[in-house]
C-alpha cells in the first residue's frame, strides 16, 4: 500500500518562497505520476502541478506557472514543490497524490493515493 508524506508547509509573507515536500513509501513510484493539488476554504480542490516520475516531465496550473517548480529525488522516493513569488491567493492546504501511468491530469478522480496534506499561509 502506498502512503505519501507532505512537509514543508507554513505561514509566509507575501512574495515570499516555500517548499514542500512529498515522500512515497510501500512501493517505487516507476510508472506513477505525483501531482500536487491544493485547497482552499470554500473552495473545490484544484491542481497545482505534477511530474511524471520515469521521464520528468513536468506540467503545471497556469496560475503557479513561472512561479512553481517541481522536481523529484529519485533516491528517496520524493517530490518537492518549489513555490516563489507567493501571493495571498495561493493560501491552501496542498496536497500530494499519485496516479498510474505516465501522463500528468488535472482531475482530483484520476489520482488514487493521496497525502494528507499541509498548510501554506500567505499573509499580505
Known amino acids: 500500500q502506498l502512503q505519501l508524506v507532505e512537509s514543508g508547509g507554513g505561514l509566509v509573507q507575501a512574495g515570499g518562497s516555500l517548499r514542500l515536500s512529498c515522500t512515497a513509501s510501500?512501493?517505487?513510484?516507476?510508472?506513477?505520476?505525483m501531482a500536487w493539488f491544493r485547497q482552499a476554504p470554500g473552495k473545490e480542490r484544484e491542481f497545482v502541478g505534477g511530474?511524471?516520475?520515469?521521464?520528468?516531465?513536468?506540467s503545471y496550473a497556469h496560475s503557479v506557472k513561472g512561479r512553481f517548480t517541481i522536481s523529484r529525488d529519485n533516491a528517496k522516493n520524493t517530490v518537492s514543490l518549489q513555490m516563489n513569488g507567493l501571493k495571498p491567493e495561493d493560501t491552501a492546504v496542498y496536497y500530494c497524490?499519485?496516479?498510474?501511468?505516465?501522463?500528468?491530469?488535472?482531475?482530483?478522480?484520476?489520482?488514487?493515493?493521496w497525502g494528507q496534506g499541509t498548510q501554506v499561509t500567505v499573509s499580505s
Open positions: 497524490s499519485v496516479r498510474q501511468g505516465t501522463v500528468v491530469s488535472g482531475l482530483t478522480g484520476n489520482y488514487d493515493y
Open positions: 510501500g512501493r517505487t513510484l516507476s510508472n506513477n505520476v
Open positions: 511530474i511524471t516520475w520515469s521521464t520528468g516531465k513536468t
